[in-house]
């Protein structure tokens, strides 16, 4: 199974900032890396595909990068709207698998 | 537009089989263009992806789950189904159906499963 780690944990964040998420596979997967946003309440939504291209209607702010082991979620100028948890999943191997998690507070 | 929506028992025993469906408006079930399949998220922890189907009637599965798990489809009525035997209190979760085309495109609102006597 392949194993994904997300970095860091937990970020509380001021709106406008820069954020940055990494995500390390425990094997090479190519770009078969994926990220989701999830809120309180809601099931995870689709942000980027492919390691990095975006989904149809999420905001240009939010962009992937990377290949192999190490890909990275980056979200320019944060909004207000956009605390939630940040997952990735990879689709190389079976199981299909996702990260932990990493939570992106707003201050 | 897509739209999942899935439906079964809040409460399910130890030892009991859990039992979901998942109804698919807006296209059909039949489509080549999806597979579907089933997630699932334990509370506070990250998705489980539990296993997919092709319309087909290709199957899936987690292999930690897969001794335990059956998924299926229903054409007639533009139904998913979910199957989990043996539950214990790690089945405990929100079940969510998706599109699983290698990433899960749609997804349902999620529905919570509780495993305890």
């Known amino acids: 199974e392949i194993v994904l780690t997300q970095s860091p944990d937990f970020q509380s964040v001021t709106p406008k900032e820069k954020v940055t998420i990494t995500c390390r596979a425990s094997?090479?997967?190519?770009?078969?890396l994926h990220w989701y946003q999830q809120k309180p309440g809601q099931s995870p939504k689709l942000l980027i595909k492919?390691?990095?291209q975006p989904f149809s209607g999420v905001p240009s702010r939010f962009s992937g990068s990377g290949s192999g082991t190490d890909f990275t979620l980056t979200i320019n100028s944060l909004e207000a709207e956009d605390g939630a948890t940040y997952y990735c999943?990879?689709?190389?191997?079976?199981?299909?698998?996702f990260g932990q998690g990493t939570k992106v507070e707003i201050k | 537009q897509l739209q999942l929506q899935e439906s079964g028992p809040g409460l399910v025993k130890p030892s009991e089989t859990l039992s979901l469906s998942c109804t698919v408006s807006?296209?059909?079930?039949?489509?080549?263009?999806?597979?579907w399949g089933w997630i699932r998220q334990p509370p506070g922890k990250g998705p489980e992806w539990i296993g997919s189907?092709?319309?087909?009637?290709?199957?899936y599965y987690n292999p930690t789950l897969k001794s335990r798990v059956s998924v299926s489809v229903d054409t007639s009525k533009n139904q998913l189904s979910l199957k989990l035997s043996s539950v214990t209190a790690a089945d405990t979760a929100v079940y969510y159906c998706?599109?699983?085309?290698?990433?899960?495109?749609?997804w349902g609102q999620g529905t919570l499963v509780t495993v305890s006597s």
């Open positions: 094997q090479s997967i190519g770009s078969s």
């Open positions: 807006g296209g059909s079930i039949s489509s080549s263009t999806y597979y």
């Open positions: 998706a599109t699983a085309n290698y990433y899960f495109e749609y």
């Open positions: 492919y390691a990095s």
């Open positions: 189907i092709y319309y087909s009637g290709s199957t």
């Open positions: 999943q990879q689709s190389s191997g079976v199981p299909a698998t």
